[in-house]
């Protein structure tokens, strides 16, 4: 018995002993306090639980970082949007208008209603059903509103992690981590004097800068209906700022109805779009091939491969070269270009650069994508980082180029300054009468009309004015269209 009670004495002082020296618990542990501090300013804990659903307005800019007309530039256009976040009835409603150069407008809204889902376009007065929304995309939202990142973290006490001391904005403030249910891990800066979220941020990846950190930024307080709410919201990607946002008619708890998350009146659903195929055949030797539902040329010629559009991120390109490569085995991926230095254009280049192919691009596109090939990857490793290669960039002169082998034959052609960007390449396929672009004349999936815009308008008039002798044109998004189509959407825009 005495060695028993010996041996338990031991084992409790080594516990206290590792308890009280254990890294890990002395980083929660301070964290906690910080967090407690935070929870107090925003009235408590009970308070905080007892939040039924988060109502609110946003107006502001969109800071187009990566969708300007110039690389390395940032363009503003107007964006506003109303938000309902239903925690307790696990529902979100959001309304909203915004823009990109070049006359692409979009007014459009997003429902949840616990895993149903619904998207609208009040422009083309359509809506779209989605089934089986994950939750993930719900909790996401909840990320908006200092309050609820706040008891997010408290409800996952947990995972938290003491950073340490920072300066923000001039202000001393104390920075915690901790992982929500999505994995996501989040650094939460606390002001020192008020207790309030000042920002929280995140490392991710993006296909341009590689290694980043994401912030959403509060910029200031008020108090309002009881609640310190923020006055604004900056979003920003490793410092380069993305929206520029004021908050307006924060409310908590406010009485919802069913009516306060139906779709406008006057839409009607969308036709079902025909199923994706992995690629479509122009001729013996050219194709599109679907890749995270982009469409991305693909010509054969006697030895190589060219490429057109390296839409999205290194592995939407993965996905179209391991086509690719079935369509023309053996041959090499040589050249690609892109339509313009947009990120769902070419946000994929490091791809191919990694498969040792030249760039082939406009005079004003070299600098950017010298910057994006030098791009660090180390938190998600791509295929240039797995296999380094140097860019090799082809300057594209007097706004033409053209490939060919004798047989096969491809154009790349500078437009000209438009609406959306001021170079843009199309490329022209004389033997098959084809031209393909992108964001010039984009079509919905099941084949509805094209939209059109001053972009479209553009390019329809280059098209006038060229001479070249095309029956369709290919878009990067959405199917094809015929020059008759294209010419009756621009005729009938002009006569409203």
Known sequence: MKRTAFLLTLALLAAAAVSGQNPTHESYK??????????????????????????????????????????????????????????????????????????????????????????????????????????????????????????????????????????????????????????????????????LLSKHEQLTTDPFEGDAVAEMIFTGYKTENGHSVPTGRLDKLNGQLQNDYKFADVRFSAPLSDADFKLPEGLKQVAPAPASQPF????????????????????????????????????????????????????????????????????????????????????????????????????????????????????IKNRRHVITDGTTTVELIDIGAGGHTDEMLVAYLPNEKLVFQGDLVNRPANNDPATINDSTVHFANWLTRSGLNVDRVIGVHGPPSTMAELEQGVASRQKR
């Open 280 to 395: 479509t055949k122009y001729s013996d030797n050219v194709y599109t091939v679907n890749a995270g539902g982009y469409n991305v040329l693909a010509v054969g010629f006697k030895d190589h491969v060219f490429v057109m559009e390296t839409p999205a991120n290194d592995n939407v390109s993965r996905q179209a070269i391991g086509e690719i490569k079935k369509l023309f085995p053996g041959k090499p991926i040589k050249y690609f270009a892109v339509t313009h230095h947009h990120d769902d254009h070419a946000g994929g280049v490091r791809t191919y650069i990694a498969e040792g192919a030249t760039l082939i691009g406009l005079p004003g596109e070299k600098a950017f994508f010298e910057k994006v090939a030098g791009a660090k990857f180390t938190i998600d490793p791509d295929s240039l980082t797995l296999n380094p290669k140097p860019l090799v960039f082809e300057t």
């Open 30 to 195: 301070k964290a906690r306090a910080v967090l407690d501090r935070a929870v107090t300013a925003y009235g408590g804990a009970r308070s905080l639980r007892s939040i039924e659903n988060v109502t609110f307005k946003l107006t502001g800019d969109t800071v187009h970082r990566n969708q300007s007309k110039k690389a390395f530039s940032s363009d503003r256009t107007p964006f506003k949007a109303e938000y309902i976040i239903d925690i307790r009835n696990m529902r979100y409603r959001q309304q909203q208008d915004g823009h990109y150069p070049g006359g692409f407008d979009w007014i459009n809204g997003f429902a949840i209603n616990r895993t149903e889902g619904v998207t609208w376009d009040n422009i083309r007065g359509t809506f779209n059903p989605i089934p089986s929304v994950p939750p993930a995309n719900l909790r996401s939202r909840l990320r908006m509103v200092p309050q609820l990142i706040v008891l997010n973290a408290l409800n996952r006490a947990s995972r938290l992690r003491y950073l340490g001391p920072a300066a923000f904005e001039g202000s001393p403030h104390t920075v915690i981590s901790y992982a929500n249910e999505d994995g996501v891990e989040y650094s939460l800066y606390i002001d020192d004097k008020t207790g």
